[in-house]
């Protein structure tokens, strides 16, 4: 609880039902917990009070969410800030754009507390227990990641990855939780590459499927790709 309580959340919503529902249940977690109304007032607060954590609604007066989040990742303060956007399930186009602006996860509405509450846990573990890395190797859960040697091992036991599958297993694996859209991940492992399409990043995930199992690799529809913490 200790490490909990020293970590800071700022939620973010025009609804203040929505708003004391969030605040009540992450402080009976032990998270300090602040609150704005839109996104004008979000971006002040943040800057005041150093948040750990964002949750922001999407469709909100003055300034919403999505304008928001894309301002604050212009600052230096909040390039590593974790950014949760709260989505009706009706509006995927809503996740891809704020994907888009650096949000790192999504919470659907209508807002389920205990979920809320585990999700939110989850995504702050990232930063207080990430996986382990040393001399250029990952180490989470069962599997060994070695950047250098190009090899990973499942268990003690090596798996052979073709090179663009071993790149796009450790992208994911070093930010574990993390959803990455096709454009970052077009991005980072075939850079400016005009002939890899949307369809090579699904035959290169199929195959590390196929490779390790269906546990590690997880599919955010019509965004992208995350990395599953264990």
């Given at each position: 609880m200790s490490t909990i309580s020293r970590q800071k959340i700022l939620i973010v919503d025009d609804e203040p039902d929505i708003l004391e529902l969030i605040e009540y249940n992450l402080k009976k977690e032990g998270y300090q917990v602040y609150t704005a109304k839109n996104g004008q007032e979000a971006v002040?607060?943040?800057?005041?009070?150093?948040?750990?954590?964002?949750?922001?609604?999407?469709?909100?007066?003055?300034?919403?969410?999505?304008?928001?989040?894309?301002?604050?990742?212009?600052?230096?303060?909040?390039?590593?800030?974790?950014?949760?956007?709260?989505?009706?399930?009706?509006?995927?186009?809503?996740?891809?754009?704020?994907?888009?602006?650096?949000?790192?996860?999504?919470?659907?509405?209508?807002?389920?507390?205990?979920?809320?509450?585990?999700?939110?846990?989850?995504?702050?573990?990232?930063?207080?227990?990430?996986?382990e890395v040393i001399d250029n190797k990952l180490e989470i859960g069962d599997l060994v990641i070695d950047r250098e040697a190009y090899l990973v091992f499942q268990g003690g036991n090596k798996v052979v990855l073709a090179k663009k599958e071993f790149e796009l297993l450790y992208l994911l694996a070093s930010k574990p939780g993390k959803v990455y859209t096709r454009e970052v991940i077009l991005k980072n492992i075939w850079e400016d590459s005009v002939v890899v399409t949307n369809r090579t990043i699904d035959v290169h995930i199929r195959k590390i499927r196929e490779k390790l199992g269906e546990n590690y690799v997880s599919t955010v529809k019509g965004v992208g790709y995350k990395f599953e913490l264990s």
């Open positions: 002040a607060e943040a800057k005041k009070v150093q948040p750990d954590l964002i949750v922001l609604d999407i469709m909100m007066p003055k300034m919403d969410g999505i304008e928001a989040c894309r301002i604050m990742r212009t600052m230096p303060e909040f390039k590593t800030t974790f950014m949760v956007f709260l989505t009706a399930r009706s509006e995927e186009y809503s996740e891809i754009a704020g994907f888009n602006v650096g949000a790192d996860d999504y919470i659907a509405k209508p807002i389920k507390p205990r979920a809320l509450v585990s999700r939110i846990n989850a995504i702050l573990r990232r930063n207080s227990a990430p996986e």
